[in-house]
């Protein structure tokens, strides 16, 4: 009998009776949008639980990242990774911003702070930096460039829910921070995103652009963009909240299991476990080695076949994509660690209610996928 398919990732679906209460009552008071009680709610629920103090939700963490780029009116260059969700770099085109992309560390995958310097011209105005996989980036080493040239720092921490360092949340790095709540992230609320931001100034301004700039009544300060979450999706973050430590404790605990039945696998490599922070084993990325006997694709396709759904997560780079790879910065020359792993990473299946058997299962296909012979 065939085994049933497994995919890369499955939603956090709490039981779907204890949402029907949340959509009775928005039934009751009419409110579906505009800072509604579920929005506020979710706003300060989000503030406490993730150790910040400053919070503002969204549709979706693009706009929240297009938002984030408008509060601080950033222009011209912006120094950022090729090795991200595309999203990251489209933010930059759609402010009308030159991305200039520098490598990343192969220890990390997330921007190499030592290529960082060399990037800078006159005109960068900002760094935007990804915590990849929910590895934070070199942050305190990120900060000190920018502080000497006087740049911005905006992380795009759609990978980092609940990552945080000795000193707490890391999303309290930077000027500003960017959360995704995609149906695919760690926490979603179906479509969804946020801004974490340090003051109630920075806030205020937040809050204007994300609804079309007004002010008030009759007061447009800007052109804002409409990103405000709705209720469903706030009500739905609440819910889910009260199911995000067991969802996060449940990924530990595969992330550990994944690491003891991977080290006996010849041929791949692991990024190292996180060190000095807490990780949300929000993915399970592995590196097909130079040596092995297959090469990437071919261990991906094969897997496919066998019903193990895994993704080319990142592939291809950002700076190879037609409306980037004409930047200086988009040589691959320029870029030889994010290129190498690009071409080397696959993302394996990892979500809460992913069952023992089933990372076991994955790992033994992938053991077969190396080793087998494929046609085609
Ligand atoms: C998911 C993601 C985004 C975009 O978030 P959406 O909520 O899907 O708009 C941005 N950057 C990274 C790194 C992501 O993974």
């Known amino acids: 009998m065939a085994k049933e398919p497994i995919f890369v990732t499955q939603p956090l679906l709490p039981p779907l009776e204890e949402f029907i209460p949340y959509l009775q009552s928005i039934w009751d008071n009419k409110i579906l949008t505009n800072n509604g009680p579920f929005h506020n709610q979710l706003e300060q629920a989000l503030c406490d639980y993730l150790g910040v103090e400053h919070l503002a939700l969204f549709a979706n963490g693009t706009l929240a990242l297009l938002t984030a780029l408008q509060t601080l009116r950033i222009r011209d260059e912006v120094i950022t990774t090729p090795y991200s969700f595309v999203a990251t770099a489209h933010t930059l085109l759609w402010n009308n911003i030159k991305p200039v992309f520098v490598d990343i560390d192969p220890k990390t995958c997330n921007l190499d702070p030592a290529k960082i310097e060399d990037a800078i011209t006159p005109k960068t105005t900002a760094i935007l930096a990804v915590h990849c996989y929910g590895v934070p980036c070199a942050i305190e080493k990120i900060q000190q460039i920018a502080d000497i040239y006087g740049l911005k720092v905006i992380f795009d921490a759609a990978h ?56 008030n009544e009759v007061t447009v300060m800007a052109p804002g963009i409409n990103g405000k979450m709705n209720e469903v999706s706030a009500a739905f973050g609440l819910l889910q909240l009260k199911y995000i430590d067991s969802a996060l404790q449940r990924r530990k605990e595969i992330e550990i299991l994944y690491r003891q039945a991977l080290s006996a696998v010849p041929g791949i490599s692991l990024l190292p476990p996180a060190e000095q922070t807490s990780a949300n084993s929000a993915y399970m990325p592995i590196l097909i080695n130079k040596d092995a006997e297959k090469t990437r694709d071919a261990v991906y396709y094969a897997m496919k076949k066998a019903g193990i759904h895994g993704r080319r997560y990142f592939h291809p780079l950002i700076s190879d994509m037609p409306m980037y790879r004409r930047l200086a910065s988009a040589k691959q020359e320029n870029l030889s660690v994010a290129l190498d792993i690009s071409r080397r990473v696959i993302c394996l299946p990892i979500y809460p209610t992913l069952s023992h058997a089933e990372v076991l299962r994955i790992v033994e296909t992938l053991a077969t996928a190396l080793k087998k012979q494929v046609a085609g």
């Open 160 to 215: 980092a829910f609940g990552v945080r360092d000795s000193g707490g949340s890391i999303l309290r790095h930077g000027d500003l921070s960017v959360l995704s709540f995609h149906a695919t992230k760690v926490f979603n609320t179906f479509e969804g995103g946020a801004i974490i931001c340090p003051d109630a100034k920075t806030k205020e301004r937040i809050n204007f652009l994300k609804n079309f700039g007004f002010a």
